[in-house]
């Protein structure tokens, strides 16, 4: 289930023909593509999946996973298409449900819905959704996964784990109620809207100072940090005592006997990666700090190719694989 192994995605890929216009294009571990517009603008584009997630948080999150993508390259998502397929007997007020969802989440991003498609087929046996968002930027200001530099910082904007921890309170709040207690399981149920990074990493593009950023979606810290050191030919080393871990992670992870390269691999949309130099560092900290988004420095860039960790006092290889076990929890 989910993305495809870098190797067999870069074999799929081979296909797709090179074009000067195009600036960045499609490429394992980057999850937007941009493509010349005029003498030094660019239009950044990226398109998502919505699937398996709470109903009434369907049209909210089928907007904010593209435009996250769109943000993370410093690009404000201007405009979006959609395309929402479900199973037959799927009845109207759905559709009317979740495209007034969508709306709003378009609305509040003041960006625009200019296209999609929507309907019902027989095969499909679940609601899918499709977003494709796009926003425009110079092209000296576009930031991309391969930016990180060696001596450059790496900062994490929210908690790892996060998404899964509130999808989980949503979907088996029974569940949660016995893990984490009845007001710690509400609490994470009301916190979606930080599902999303578009906010802090608009912010972090106007420091000037970010190098690179990337959300750290399907296969959490591990998918993410790996991809960012492969598309920046860096190494790295970062520290596990200054991850941003929930008690209620630690709950979750025990329950479900997970493995610590599993907690390190979980799901987590909304929480940022980026790559900021040494100078930048504090203004960025202070800029997030003022709109009440904390970021923590969780590890350097190296220009040694290694990629490491540090447990309490010993360090071991990070991993390289990411063995994400969000289905297997929402599947509980």
Known sequence: MGKLKTEDLTEVLKCIKKTSAVIVPPMPGFDSGAHEFGIDMCVVVSTDPCIGVPLEWFGWFLIHYAASDVAVFG??????????LAPPRTSKAVFKGIMEQACNAADELHMTIITGHTGTYDGLSTLVGACTAYGMIRRDRLITPAGAKPGDYLMCTKPLGLETLVNFALIHKKLAVE??????ALKLSRKVRMQTCVHEALLLAKTGGVTAMHDATEGGLVA????MADASDVGFSVNSAKFPILPELRKLAEHFQLRRE??????????????VSPNHREKAIEILSKQRVKATTIGIFSKSKKRLIKYNSKTAIFPKEADDPYAKIMGE
């Open 224 to 227: 993410a940090l790996n991809e």
């Open 75 to 84: 690009a404000k998502p201007q405009y979006g298409t959609i395309n929402l």
């Open 262 to 275: 599993q907690v390190l691999a979980i799901s987590s949309t909304g929480t940022l990666l980026a790559a």
């Open 179 to 184: 893990l984490f207690g009845r007001k710690e």
